[in-house]
């Protein structure tokens, strides 16, 4: 008699499964308990290759990934560093430009930097030695 994969699949699966002994269940199907543990030993052979072709795929994806947001983080560091620089020079920009304005003797520029300064956040605020807070 032949059987498809899918009746062997049943019949191996209903082996493992029910309370029938391998001779009975050899017996309900016609089969000898060679061939019964031949088509189990396949069949699960098979299932173990399936997994392993899954696993190494989902590696493969997980290591992908893996570079992509190490390549990304890569760049939002260079982007952070070139913000830092910028930063660093727009403080010395503002604090030249501060020390400058302070230089001028006109009451008025004087009275406006001083509302500027209450105006300003804390954490920019020129202090009287010139350095940012």
Request: hydrophobic share 35%; aromatic share 8%; net charge positive.
């Amino acid at each position: 008699m032949q059987f498809g994969l899918e009746q062997m699949l049943n019949m191996v699966l209903e082996g493992m499964n029910s309370d029938l002994t391998t001779d009975e269940l050899c017996q309900k199907y016609g089969i000898k308990r060679q061939t019964y543990y031949k088509w189990r030993k396949k069949l699960i052979r098979a299932g173990l290759d399936l997994l392993q072709a899954q696993m190494t795929q989902k590696q493969g994806q997980a290591d992908h990934l893996l570079l992509e947001l190490k390549d990304h983080n890569k760049r939002l560091q260079q982007k952070i560093n070139r913000l830092e620089q910028a930063k660093a020079m727009w403080e010395l920009r503002y604090k030249w430009l501060w020390w400058r304005l302070e230089r001028i003797n006109d009451p008025a520029l004087r009275e406006l930097l001083q509302q500027l300064k209450r105006q300003l956040p804390s954490e920019v605020r020129v202090t009287d030695n010139y350095n940012i807070k």
